[in-house]
């Protein structure tokens, strides 16, 4: 499997990921640079946590008109699989690849600990390695995680089956407890909690790594 790992300024979790995905997968991914206009063949594309250009306007806001995001929607168009964890999830919805926005957290505040959740579909290339209805722990770490929609796309996202993963205790406020959402293909995954971060048991859990690992089994 061939992937890509998108850095922008600010991001902190790129080299997280890149880790990861090369103990799983055994090969280093691309870093590609916010300010390029293509990417090379890849299977996957990342967009990883972080506080890309300082949080300026929105989380998000300005990442989502780098170039590099031309790039990604045309891939993400061709069904390329995207993965946006944390900021990456912000930038998805700012840049209309994913449903919903990001708001502040309901208590304000920053939140860095590990929460539980339910795979809430196992329908999907990166949920294919869980079992629908499984609880996982992974951690967060974001001040502007609170999920937001309209009642109207909340009920279509719930319809199609967007609905990813959802907080077990939710700790900031989003809408129905939504942790993480699909496009309507599946192709593409915006979470907020950070899978890189417990990829092996010296994390604490590995609870992480099947994402990884569904990936690579689905794409065969």
Known sequence: MKAAVIVFPGSNCDRDVAVALEQVTGTPPAMVWHRDST???????????????????????????????TSIK??????????GICNGF????EAGLLPGALMRNAGLKFICRPVR?????????????????????????HADGNFFADDDTLKRIEDKGQIAFRY??????????????FNEA???????????????????????????????????
């Open 74 to 83: 045309e891939r993400a168009a061709a069904g390329v699989l995207v993965l």
């Open 117 to 141: 959740l339910k795979v809430e579909s196992a329908g999907s290339a990166f949920t294919r390695a869980y079992r629908a209805g499984e609880e996982v722990t992974i951690p967060i770490a």
């Open 186 to 220: 599946r192709t593409v995954l915006g979470l907020m909690p950070h899978p890189e971060r417990v990829c092996e048991p010296t994390h604490g859990s590995a609870d992480g790594r099947k994402m990884f690992e569904g990936i690579i089994s689905a794409l065969g």
């Open 168 to 181: 077990l205790d939710n700790p900031n406020g989003s809408a129905r407890d939504i942790a993480g959402v």
């Open 39 to 69: 990417l090379p063949p890849v299977d996957l594309i990342v967009l990883p946590g972080g506080f890309s250009h300082g949080d300026y306007l929105r989380s998000g806001a300005m990442a989502a008109r780098a170039p590099i995001m």
């Open 90 to 93: 912000q930038i998805l919805t």
